[in-house]
């Protein structure tokens, strides 16, 4: 449906890479992909890993990680210090959307979670991460989507948390700008994972009824996330994204 295909991922010898939401889907993939390209990867985890996509970590340090406290997040910053004394990229790959539900059937509560994650979190690893980041002069990349900018029914807490996590990475770029890290929002279409089963069950709007053999595999967001933390995406001055644009798709091979 969407002929997306991954991209090739240069070398990342004496990178160290730090990707949030790496139990299963997208992040495992691309904790497994940075590895076999050199980097030294550490995967936060919130829990256990998925059985299902444990085997992509198998060249990562794991690093319990809960994105909503600030404890975890500081011991998994302190853990990257003591143990490869530098940060040169943070993947912000962790994400939330429930509850799928009509905004008018939420309470405020219901959609206190998604923000926790898709928001606060990501201030809260990029804040935690910046001392480090700066001395690299490193990169943070954001697991975006096109829900940040359209609205879908039953996305309420998806869409507007998503939709502060894009102007989030925009305050951070220009805020930050002579800081010598880059800030990107990379847009992910729907993709094989847990996420998009959760949507097919709901089956509130149009993404729920794409049929799963069409959907994009993991594998693609992995490696456009993967290319942004490499060498070569320092040429870049846009900081939103899509997999389904230049500079990936002239980039993909079927």
Known sequence: MFNLFAVPVPELAGKT???TGAGRGIGAV????????????????FGKPDPEWEHHL?????IELDVTRQDDVDHAIETIQSDAGRLDGLVNNAGLISPIGHVDQLSSDDLRPAFEVNVLGVHRMTRAALPMLRQASGVVVNAGTGAATTPMEGWAAYCTSKAGARMLTQMFAIELKDSGIRFFFLGIPPTDTAMQAEIRQAGL?????????DLVAPQVAASAMAWL???EARQLEDVLLDVREAPFTPMMTG
């Open 17 to 19: 890479i730090l990707v």
């Open 229 to 231: 933390c490499s060498a």
């Open 30 to 45: 691309l904790a497994g992909l940075l590895a076999g390209r050199g980097a030294r990867v550490f995967a936060g985890i």
């Open 58 to 62: 198998a060249g990562a340090t794991q």
């Open 205 to 213: 709007n149009p993404i729920s009824r794409i049929a799963q053999s």
